[in-house]
């Protein structure tokens, strides 16, 4: 009984982390698209631009990869 009290908060945690893990991402995502630095000609322009509208999905995604790897590697 125990040990499965112990299995489901784990992998309540796990799934937790897991739900949350995309607006983590999108977040981080759009932390690095901002920081970028300033462009000094209308290609740079053009390049920064696509890359701050893709950035939060391109965070998500990344988000989740990161979840999933990281829950992987702690349940085995």
Do not use: C
Not at 11 to 27: E, T
Request: hydrophobic content about 50%; glycine content about 10%; charged content about 20%.
């Amino acid at each position: 009984m125990e040990k499965s009290k112990l299995a489901f908060k784990e992998g309540f945690a796990y799934a937790w982390a897991l739900f949350w893990s995309p607006f983590v991402g999108a977040f981080d995502g759009m932390k690095a698209a901002v920081n970028q630095p300033k462009a000094t000609n209308w290609k740079e322009f053009i390049v920064n631009d696509i890359r701050l509208y893709f950035a939060p999905l391109t965070g998500a995604i990344g988000g989740v990869i990161k979840a999933l790897k990281g829950s992987h590697k702690n349940w085995h």
